[in-house]
Protein backbone atom coordinates (compact mmCIF):
# COMPACT_ATOMS: atom_id res chain seq x y z
CA UNK A 1 0.00 0.00 0.00
CA UNK A 2 1.37 3.47 -0.97
CA UNK A 3 1.72 5.67 1.71
CA UNK A 4 -0.25 8.37 2.53
CA UNK A 5 1.26 12.08 2.61
CA UNK A 6 0.77 14.22 5.10
CA UNK A 7 0.65 18.24 5.21
CA UNK A 8 1.40 19.66 8.40
CA UNK A 9 0.17 23.65 9.39
CA UNK A 10 1.23 25.38 12.23
CA UNK A 11 3.03 28.06 13.96
CA UNK A 12 6.14 25.76 14.53
CA UNK A 13 8.07 27.25 11.59
CA UNK A 14 8.22 30.21 13.01
CA UNK A 15 10.39 28.85 15.71
CA UNK A 16 14.11 28.94 16.23
CA UNK A 17 14.40 25.06 16.37
CA UNK A 18 11.52 24.85 13.29
CA UNK A 19 13.86 22.53 11.23
CA UNK A 20 14.56 20.31 14.11
CA UNK A 21 11.30 20.04 15.58
CA UNK A 22 10.10 18.69 11.72
CA UNK A 23 12.58 16.28 11.45
CA UNK A 24 10.94 15.12 14.48
CA UNK A 25 8.05 15.40 13.07
CA UNK A 26 8.89 13.29 10.18
CA UNK A 27 10.16 10.30 12.57
CA UNK A 28 6.69 10.59 13.28
CA UNK A 29 4.64 10.40 10.33
CA UNK A 30 6.78 7.89 9.59
CA UNK A 31 6.06 5.94 12.95
CA UNK A 32 2.28 5.88 12.08
CA UNK A 33 2.70 5.22 8.41
CA UNK A 34 2.54 7.92 6.66
CA UNK A 35 4.67 10.64 4.61
CA UNK A 36 5.49 14.33 6.12
CA UNK A 37 5.22 16.29 2.76
CA UNK A 38 9.22 17.78 1.97
CA UNK A 39 9.13 21.62 2.85
CA UNK A 40 11.03 24.44 0.81
CA UNK A 41 14.14 25.46 3.07
CA UNK A 42 12.94 29.01 3.08
CA UNK A 43 9.80 28.00 4.81
CA UNK A 44 11.73 28.54 8.39
CA UNK A 45 13.29 31.84 7.17
CA UNK A 46 11.77 34.68 8.80
CA UNK A 47 13.07 37.19 6.08
CA UNK A 48 12.54 37.69 2.49
CA UNK A 49 11.04 39.74 -0.43
CA UNK A 50 7.85 39.98 -1.17
CA UNK A 51 8.35 38.08 -4.27
CA UNK A 52 10.42 35.35 -2.67
CA UNK A 53 7.16 35.62 0.26
CA UNK A 54 4.54 34.66 -2.77
CA UNK A 55 6.72 32.24 -4.30
CA UNK A 56 6.86 30.27 -1.37
CA UNK A 57 2.68 30.40 -0.94
CA UNK A 58 2.39 29.25 -4.18
CA UNK A 59 4.31 25.73 -3.30
CA UNK A 60 2.79 25.29 -0.25
CA UNK A 61 -0.54 25.90 -1.88
CA UNK A 62 0.68 23.24 -4.21
CA UNK A 63 1.80 21.04 -1.17
CA UNK A 64 -1.95 20.93 0.27
CA UNK A 65 -3.75 19.83 -3.00
CA UNK A 66 -1.18 17.10 -3.25
CA UNK A 67 -1.32 15.72 0.40
CA UNK A 68 -3.69 12.87 1.58
CA UNK A 69 -4.55 14.28 5.05
CA UNK A 70 -3.99 17.46 6.22
CA UNK A 71 -3.66 18.09 10.19
CA UNK A 72 -3.79 21.98 11.51
CA UNK A 73 -2.01 22.90 14.99
CA UNK A 74 -5.28 24.91 16.44
CA UNK A 75 -3.82 25.81 19.86
CA UNK A 76 -4.31 29.45 20.73
CA UNK A 77 -1.52 31.59 18.98
CA UNK A 78 -1.19 35.17 20.13
CA UNK A 79 -4.48 35.84 20.67
CA UNK A 80 -7.19 34.58 23.11
CA UNK A 81 -9.02 31.54 22.02
CA UNK A 82 -7.88 31.64 18.26
CA UNK A 83 -5.21 29.50 16.71
CA UNK A 84 -2.41 30.54 14.48
CA UNK A 85 -3.96 32.52 11.93
CA UNK A 86 -2.31 30.90 8.94
CA UNK A 87 -3.15 27.48 10.00
CA UNK A 88 -7.16 29.01 9.77
CA UNK A 89 -6.52 29.86 6.10
CA UNK A 90 -4.72 26.73 5.60
CA UNK A 91 -7.58 24.80 6.62
CA UNK A 92 -10.34 26.30 4.60
CA UNK A 93 -7.86 25.62 1.65
CA UNK A 94 -7.51 21.93 2.49
CA UNK A 95 -11.38 21.74 2.87
CA UNK A 96 -11.65 23.37 -0.67
CA UNK A 97 -9.14 20.74 -1.76
CA UNK A 98 -11.87 18.11 -0.03
CA UNK A 99 -8.99 16.70 1.87
CA UNK A 100 -9.31 14.42 4.93
CA UNK A 101 -8.43 17.29 8.01
CA UNK A 102 -7.58 17.03 11.75
CA UNK A 103 -6.57 19.39 13.84
CA UNK A 104 -5.33 19.17 17.53
CA UNK A 105 -5.18 21.15 20.33
CA UNK A 106 -3.38 20.55 24.08
CA UNK A 107 -7.39 21.85 26.04
CA UNK A 108 -10.34 21.62 23.62
CA UNK A 109 -12.89 22.46 26.50
CA UNK A 110 -15.45 25.01 24.69
CA UNK A 111 -14.03 28.86 23.99
CA UNK A 112 -15.88 30.55 27.15
CA UNK A 113 -13.98 28.16 29.63
CA UNK A 114 -10.73 28.35 27.79
CA UNK A 115 -10.72 31.97 28.24
CA UNK A 116 -8.50 33.55 30.31
CA UNK A 117 -9.94 37.14 29.94
CA UNK A 118 -11.92 39.12 31.93
CA UNK A 119 -15.58 37.27 31.28
CA UNK A 120 -18.87 37.41 32.62
CA UNK A 121 -22.71 34.97 32.40
CA UNK A 122 -25.32 36.66 30.35
CA UNK A 123 -28.61 35.83 32.08
CA UNK A 124 -30.46 36.98 28.95
CA UNK A 125 -28.84 35.10 26.40
CA UNK A 126 -27.47 32.43 28.54
CA UNK A 127 -24.42 32.57 27.26
CA UNK A 128 -20.65 33.81 28.44
CA UNK A 129 -19.68 37.35 26.86
CA UNK A 130 -16.39 39.03 27.34
CA UNK A 131 -15.52 42.20 28.93
CA UNK A 132 -16.92 44.00 25.47
CA UNK A 133 -20.12 41.89 25.18
CA UNK A 134 -18.55 40.10 22.98
CA UNK A 135 -20.27 36.16 22.63
CA UNK A 136 -18.26 32.92 22.30
CA UNK A 137 -17.95 30.06 19.62
CA UNK A 138 -19.85 27.63 21.00
CA UNK A 139 -17.37 24.85 20.69
CA UNK A 140 -13.42 24.88 21.18
CA UNK A 141 -12.72 26.31 17.94
CA UNK A 142 -14.56 28.48 15.24
CA UNK A 143 -17.84 27.06 14.00
CA UNK A 144 -15.80 26.80 10.25
CA UNK A 145 -13.22 25.24 11.85
CA UNK A 146 -14.80 22.58 14.12
CA UNK A 147 -16.84 21.58 11.73
CA UNK A 148 -14.65 21.23 8.30
CA UNK A 149 -12.11 18.73 10.78
CA UNK A 150 -11.88 16.23 13.39
CA UNK A 151 -10.59 17.93 16.20
CA UNK A 152 -8.59 16.00 18.82
CA UNK A 153 -7.76 16.85 22.41
CA UNK A 154 -3.58 16.31 22.60
CA UNK A 155 -0.48 16.91 20.18
CA UNK A 156 0.63 15.70 17.14
CA UNK A 157 0.87 11.96 17.68
CA UNK A 158 -2.80 12.19 18.86
CA UNK A 159 -3.90 13.30 15.46
CA UNK A 160 -1.43 11.10 13.83
CA UNK A 161 -3.07 8.36 15.94
CA UNK A 162 -6.59 9.34 14.78
CA UNK A 163 -6.03 9.55 11.02
CA UNK A 164 -3.94 5.91 11.35
CA UNK A 165 -7.36 4.60 13.02
CA UNK A 166 -9.27 6.07 10.25
CA UNK A 167 -7.10 4.90 7.56
CA UNK A 168 -7.20 1.26 8.89
CA UNK A 169 -11.23 1.15 9.58
CA UNK A 170 -11.31 2.18 5.72
CA UNK B 1 -20.18 43.76 -13.21
CA UNK B 2 -17.57 41.03 -14.33
CA UNK B 3 -17.07 37.89 -16.61
CA UNK B 4 -18.51 34.97 -14.61
CA UNK B 5 -17.18 30.92 -15.43
CA UNK B 6 -20.04 30.63 -18.63
CA UNK B 7 -19.00 33.69 -20.04
CA UNK B 8 -21.90 35.40 -18.77
CA UNK B 9 -21.76 39.16 -17.75
CA UNK B 10 -23.23 40.10 -14.61
CA UNK B 11 -22.57 41.54 -11.15
CA UNK B 12 -20.35 39.46 -9.01
CA UNK B 13 -21.72 37.84 -5.62
CA UNK B 14 -19.24 38.55 -2.59
CA UNK B 15 -18.82 36.91 0.34
CA UNK B 16 -18.15 38.94 3.18
CA UNK B 17 -16.06 37.34 5.35
CA UNK B 18 -16.20 38.36 8.85
CA UNK B 19 -16.50 38.94 12.45
CA UNK B 20 -18.83 41.61 12.56
CA UNK B 21 -21.79 39.11 13.61
CA UNK B 22 -20.17 38.91 17.11
CA UNK B 23 -20.51 42.77 17.83
CA UNK B 24 -23.21 44.86 18.36
CA UNK B 25 -22.49 47.02 15.35
CA UNK B 26 -23.21 44.64 13.02
CA UNK B 27 -26.62 45.92 11.32
CA UNK B 28 -25.23 49.76 10.63
CA UNK B 29 -21.58 47.66 9.10
CA UNK B 30 -23.03 45.25 6.77
CA UNK B 31 -25.45 48.31 5.48
CA UNK B 32 -22.61 49.95 4.69
CA UNK B 33 -20.77 47.11 3.16
CA UNK B 34 -23.19 46.45 0.85
CA UNK B 35 -23.77 49.83 -0.30
CA UNK B 36 -20.13 50.34 -1.18
CA UNK B 37 -20.52 46.41 -2.98
CA UNK B 38 -23.34 48.21 -4.96
CA UNK B 39 -20.80 51.38 -5.76
CA UNK B 40 -18.30 49.37 -6.96
CA UNK B 41 -21.52 46.46 -9.24
CA UNK B 42 -21.00 44.01 -6.74
CA UNK B 43 -23.51 42.01 -4.87
CA UNK B 44 -22.84 41.84 -1.03
CA UNK B 45 -24.02 38.66 0.76
CA UNK B 46 -23.23 38.81 4.66
CA UNK B 47 -23.29 35.16 5.66
CA UNK B 48 -25.40 35.55 8.96
CA UNK B 49 -28.29 36.16 6.28
CA UNK B 50 -31.36 33.53 6.90
CA UNK B 51 -28.67 32.00 9.24
CA UNK B 52 -31.37 29.14 10.69
CA UNK B 53 -33.37 30.21 13.66
CA UNK B 54 -35.11 26.62 14.95
CA UNK B 55 -33.08 25.50 17.94
CA UNK B 56 -31.85 21.56 18.61
CA UNK B 57 -28.87 19.40 18.55
CA UNK B 58 -27.63 19.99 15.47
CA UNK B 59 -28.04 23.72 15.29
CA UNK B 60 -24.08 24.57 14.97
CA UNK B 61 -23.78 22.30 12.41
CA UNK B 62 -26.76 23.86 10.17
CA UNK B 63 -25.35 27.02 11.08
CA UNK B 64 -22.45 25.51 9.10
CA UNK B 65 -23.97 24.13 6.62
CA UNK B 66 -26.00 27.53 6.01
CA UNK B 67 -22.72 29.62 5.65
CA UNK B 68 -20.96 27.08 3.48
CA UNK B 69 -23.88 26.61 1.33
CA UNK B 70 -23.81 30.54 0.61
CA UNK B 71 -19.67 30.31 -0.25
CA UNK B 72 -20.45 28.04 -2.58
CA UNK B 73 -23.06 30.34 -4.37
CA UNK B 74 -20.64 33.40 -4.20
CA UNK B 75 -18.25 34.63 -7.21
CA UNK B 76 -15.32 35.74 -4.65
CA UNK B 77 -14.68 36.87 -1.20
CA UNK B 78 -13.57 40.28 0.67
CA UNK B 79 -12.76 38.97 4.07
CA UNK B 80 -12.43 41.57 7.60
CA UNK B 81 -8.48 40.46 8.98
CA UNK B 82 -8.26 43.39 11.61
CA UNK B 83 -7.06 41.62 14.76
CA UNK B 84 -9.53 39.53 17.01
CA UNK B 85 -9.23 39.12 20.54
CA UNK B 86 -5.31 39.48 19.90
CA UNK B 87 -2.56 39.57 17.29
CA UNK B 88 -4.27 36.89 14.96
CA UNK B 89 -7.19 37.78 12.30
CA UNK B 90 -10.61 35.67 13.07
CA UNK B 91 -10.09 32.28 12.21
CA UNK B 92 -13.51 31.80 10.86
CA UNK B 93 -13.04 34.69 8.25
CA UNK B 94 -9.33 33.14 7.30
CA UNK B 95 -10.78 29.93 7.05
CA UNK B 96 -13.64 31.24 4.39
CA UNK B 97 -10.69 33.15 2.19
CA UNK B 98 -9.05 30.00 2.14
CA UNK B 99 -11.61 28.08 0.87
CA UNK B 100 -11.99 30.61 -2.00
CA UNK B 101 -8.21 30.69 -2.98
CA UNK B 102 -8.98 26.88 -3.27
CA UNK B 103 -11.33 27.13 -5.42
CA UNK B 104 -9.67 29.67 -7.79
CA UNK B 105 -12.04 32.07 -6.89
CA UNK B 106 -11.17 36.01 -6.75
CA UNK B 107 -9.53 36.52 -3.38
CA UNK B 108 -9.41 40.40 -0.97
CA UNK B 109 -9.00 40.84 2.69
CA UNK B 110 -8.80 44.05 4.66
CA UNK B 111 -6.99 44.81 7.50
CA UNK B 112 -7.02 48.55 8.81
CA UNK B 113 -3.71 50.43 8.59
CA UNK B 114 -2.19 47.75 6.54
CA UNK B 115 0.96 47.57 8.66
CA UNK B 116 3.45 45.13 7.46
CA UNK B 117 3.19 42.42 10.29
CA UNK B 118 7.40 43.11 11.87
CA UNK B 119 5.79 46.66 12.19
CA UNK B 120 2.64 45.59 13.81
CA UNK B 121 2.55 45.87 18.16
CA UNK B 122 3.45 42.38 19.09
CA UNK B 123 6.20 41.73 21.60
CA UNK B 124 9.26 40.45 20.14
CA UNK B 125 13.05 40.29 21.39
CA UNK B 126 15.57 41.71 19.21
CA UNK B 127 16.03 38.49 17.48
CA UNK B 128 12.52 38.82 16.33
CA UNK B 129 10.92 36.17 18.58
CA UNK B 130 7.68 36.77 21.08
CA UNK B 131 7.61 35.65 24.63
CA UNK B 132 6.23 31.93 23.25
CA UNK B 133 9.64 31.72 21.10
CA UNK B 134 7.44 32.28 17.82
CA UNK B 135 9.03 34.68 14.85
CA UNK B 136 7.91 37.41 13.70
CA UNK B 137 8.15 37.38 9.88
CA UNK B 138 9.52 40.16 8.24
CA UNK B 139 8.37 39.49 4.54
CA UNK B 140 7.09 42.56 3.09
CA UNK B 141 3.53 41.52 4.27
CA UNK B 142 1.19 42.79 7.01
CA UNK B 143 0.68 39.07 7.34
CA UNK B 144 2.24 35.49 7.43
CA UNK B 145 3.25 33.51 4.33
CA UNK B 146 0.02 32.34 2.93
CA UNK B 147 -1.76 35.63 2.80
CA UNK B 148 0.08 37.08 0.05
CA UNK B 149 -1.83 34.92 -1.76
CA UNK B 150 -4.71 37.43 -1.20
CA UNK B 151 -4.73 41.00 -2.14
CA UNK B 152 -4.52 43.10 0.90
CA UNK B 153 -6.01 46.61 1.31
CA UNK B 154 -6.29 49.46 4.42
CA UNK B 155 -10.41 49.23 4.54
CA UNK B 156 -13.29 47.69 2.82
CA UNK B 157 -13.67 50.12 0.44
CA UNK B 158 -9.94 50.08 -1.03
CA UNK B 159 -10.84 46.64 -1.42
CA UNK B 160 -13.71 46.57 -3.54
CA UNK B 161 -11.69 49.48 -5.60
CA UNK B 162 -8.80 47.08 -6.06
CA UNK B 163 -11.36 43.83 -7.43
CA UNK B 164 -13.64 46.63 -9.48
CA UNK B 165 -9.73 47.19 -11.03
CA UNK B 166 -9.16 43.61 -11.43
CA UNK B 167 -12.60 43.19 -13.08
CA UNK B 168 -12.05 46.17 -15.18
CA UNK B 169 -9.04 44.56 -16.87
CA UNK B 170 -10.65 41.35 -17.52
CA UNK B 171 -13.77 43.38 -19.03
CA UNK B 172 -11.80 45.50 -21.16
CA UNK B 173 -9.63 42.25 -22.20
CA UNK B 174 -12.59 40.77 -23.65
CA UNK B 175 -13.70 43.67 -26.00
CA UNK B 176 -16.60 45.05 -23.07
CA UNK B 177 -16.43 48.60 -21.38
CA UNK B 178 -15.37 48.97 -17.75
CA UNK B 179 -18.07 49.31 -15.10
CA UNK B 180 -18.71 53.00 -13.99
CA UNK B 181 -18.30 53.16 -10.62
CA UNK B 182 -21.30 55.17 -8.99
Known sequence: ?170 | MFIDRNGKVRKPVVYLADFEMFLPTCQETVKYWKKVCDKYGFIGLFPGEGDPVEPGEDYWQRVFDHDYTHMRNCDMCIAQLDDWRGHECDSGTAFELGWFIAKGLPSYGFYTGKTPLINRDIEKDEDGYDPDGFGVEDREYPFENMFTLVKIASDFESACSLARADFDEQLIKNGYAPYEVK
Open chain 1, 1 to 170: MTKRKVYLSGPDRLKKNARDLFEQKKKLCEKYGFILTDYPEDLFELKGTLEENRTLAEKRLQMIEDCDVFIADVNDFRAYVEPFGETALEMGIAYGYDKKMYAYMKDARVCSLRYSGKKGYDEVSKSWRDADGIGFEPGPVNLMLEYSAKIIEGDLEAALRAAKEDEDVH
